[in-house]
C-alpha cells in the first residue's frame, strides 16, 4: 500500500498558492521593469554627459576674440607690382601695415615692446588683407576698419585660462603684452564673436585660423565616391543572390563572407586599400577617390544585406501576379520587385555611408592623415575628411584646438543625424504597406 500519496489540497489553499504565486510573478516582473527603467537611465544619463561635454566645449569653439583697427589700405605697399595679382598682393608689405595701424592704437616704446605686440594679431592678418582687395580693389588709398583674429595665446587670455595672477615666467604671455591688451579693450577694440574661420577655413598650425572647410568638402567627395561605388554594385549583388543565384555550397560560402565581413573590423579595409590600390595599382595616397574606394568595400556588406530583406520583404503575390500577365522574371524584378524594395535599399544605404561618415581607421592607413591646407577641388586633388581633421586636433597642444575639436565633432554629429532622419523620413514616405 503507497503512504506517500500527494496529499490532496482543499480549495482554500489551492487559491492562497495561487495567489501567492502571482504576487511573486508580479514582483519579478516590477524587478524587470525597475531594471530596464535603470539600464535605460543610465544609458540617457551617459548620453546627456557626452552632450554636454561636447556641447559645453564646442559651442564656445564657434566664437573667438577678434581686434579691429582703422587699416590705411597703401596701394604701392600692398600691390607692389600694380596688376592686383595675387602673387603681386601676397609679395607686398601687408603685414607691416597691419602692425603700424596696431601701433597707433596701442603706442609701444622701443624694439621690444614692438616686439611684444607683434603677439597680439594672428600671422594671418596678411592674407585677409590680401583676400579683401582681391575681392573689392576699390577699397586701397582708403582708410577702413578690419577685424582681424587674436592669437591663440590672447584668446586664452580673454577667455579666463591664462591667469593674471599667475607669475609672469609661468605665462605664454608676458606682462608687456597684457597692458597692450587691456588698452585695446579700453578702446573698445576688442569683440567676441562668431569665428569666421572656422566653417570657412582650412587646416592650419595656427588655432585662430583653423577650419573645416578643407575636411568637410573632402568628406563629400569621399561620400560621394563612396555611394557611385557601393550602391549599385551592393543592389545588383543583392538581386543576384536573391532571384537569379542557384541554392548551392558556392553561393552558401558567399553569403556566410558577406555576413562576416560586415562585422570586420575597419582597420582591415584600409590595410586592404592600402596593400592592393597603393601597393598594387600605385595610386595616389590621401586623395578622395581613394578614400572613397576604401569606404566602398567596407559599406559593401551592410547595402547587400539590406538589400536583400528588402527585397525579401515585397510579398510574393506581387511577382506572382506580374508572372499571371506575362511578364519575364527580368521585368518582374526591375518594374515591380525593386521598385518596391527601394525604399529598405535607400535606408540601408544611408545608414552605411553614415557609418562610413565616421570612420577614421581605414582612411588614417590611406594616408588622409596629410596635412593638407588647399581645399580640394576635385576627387583626384589631396585632401582630408572630417574625422581625421578631428583626430588631427586632438593631437594639438594648443588650447583653441580643444574647442575647435569639439566644435567639429558637432558638425559630424548633425550631420550623422541629419543622415539617419533622412533615412527615416525617406523609408516612412516610400514604403508601402501591405
Not at 482543499?10 to 510573478?25: D, G, L
Not at 615692446?113 to 592674407?127: R, Y
Not at 582708410?143 to 585660462?161: E, H, N
Request: contains cysteine.
Amino acid at each position: 500500500m503507497n503512504n506517500n500519496k500527494p496529499k490532496k489540497l482543499t480549495a482554500n489553499e489551492a487559491s492562497m498558492i495561487v495567489e501567492s504565486s502571482v504576487i511573486k510573478r508580479r514582483k519579478k516582473d516590477a524587478r524587470l521593469k525597475t531594471y530596464g527603467r535603470i539600464a535605460i537611465g543610465l544609458a540617457v544619463s551617459f548620453l546627456i554627459f557626452l552632450f554636454v561635454s561636447i556641447f559645453s566645449k564646442g559651442i564656445p569653439g564657434f566664437f573667438q576674440y577678434y581686434v579691429t583697427l582703422d587699416v590705411y589700405l597703401d596701394r604701392d605697399r600692398l600691390d607692389p607690382k600694380g596688376d592686383l595679382s595675387p602673387e603681386s598682393l601676397y609679395n607686398g608689405d601687408a603685414r607691416s601695415i597691419v602692425l603700424e595701424s596696431l601701433y597707433k592704437v596701442i603706442n609701444p616704446k622701443g624694439r621690444k615692446e614692438k616686439k611684444a605686440a607683434k603677439k597680439i594679431i594672428s600671422t594671418n592678418a596678411d592674407v585677409r588683407i590680401s583676400k579683401m582687395v582681391l575681392d573689392d580693389p576699390n577699397i586701397l588709398g582708403k582708410t577702413i576698419p578690419i577685424t582681424f583674429a587674436v592669437d591663440d595665446d590672447i584668446d586664452s587670455f580673454l577667455r579666463g585660462y591664462i591667469k593674471r595672477e599667475t607669475p609672469s615666467s609661468e605665462r605664454r604671455i608676458n606682462d608687456t603684452v597684457i597692458k597692450f591688451v587691456d588698452k585695446l579693450s579700453a578702446e573698445n577694440k576688442i569683440s567676441y564673436k562668431f569665428s569666421d574661420y572656422i566653417l570657412t577655413g582650412s587646416a592650419s598650425r595656427s588655432p585662430e585660423i583653423a577650419g573645416i572647410k578643407g575636411a568637410f568638402i573632402g568628406s563629400m567627395l569621399t561620400l560621394a565616391v563612396c555611394f557611385i561605388i557601393a550602391f549599385p554594385l551592393g543592389v545588383a549583388t543583392a538581386v543576384y543572390l536573391e532571384e537569379f543565384a542557384p541554392k548551392n555550397r558556392i553561393t552558401e560560402i558567399i553569403e556566410v563572407n558577406i555576413n562576416n565581413l560586415a562585422a570586420v573590423p575597419s582597420v582591415v579595409f584600409g590595410i586592404l586599400g592600402l596593400a592592393i590600390f597603393i601597393g598594387v595599382f600605385g595610386m595616389p595616397r590621401s586623395i578622395p577617390l581613394l578614400g572613397g574606394m576604401v569606404l566602398a568595400l567596407m559599406t559593401l556588406p551592410t547595402i547587400i544585406i539590406s538589400s536583400r530583406a528588402a527585397i525579401r520583404a515585397v510579398p510574393p503575390s506581387i511577382k506572382d501576379a506580374a508572372y499571371g500577365i506575362g511578364a519575364s522574371k527580368l521585368q518582374t524584378i526591375f518594374h515591380h520587385v525593386l521598385p518596391l524594395a527601394m525604399p529598405g535599399m535607400l535606408t540601408g544605404t544611408i545608414i552605411g555611408m553614415a557609418q562610413a561618415l565616421g570612420e577614421t581607421a581605414p582612411l588614417l592607413m590611406i594616408g588622409m592623415v596629410a596635412f593638407i591646407v588647399d581645399i580640394p577641388g576635385g576627387v583626384t586633388d589631396p585632401g582630408t575628411v572630417l574625422p581625421v581633421q578631428i583626430f588631427m586636433w586632438a593631437d594639438f597642444a594648443e588650447r583653441m584646438f580643444i574647442q575647435k575639436t569639439s566644435s567639429a565633432i558637432i558638425v559630424l554629429l548633425v550631420f550623422l543625424i541629419f543622415m539617419n532622419a533622412a533615412a527615416v523620413i525617406l523609408r516612412k514616405k516610400l514604403e508601402r504597406r501591405w
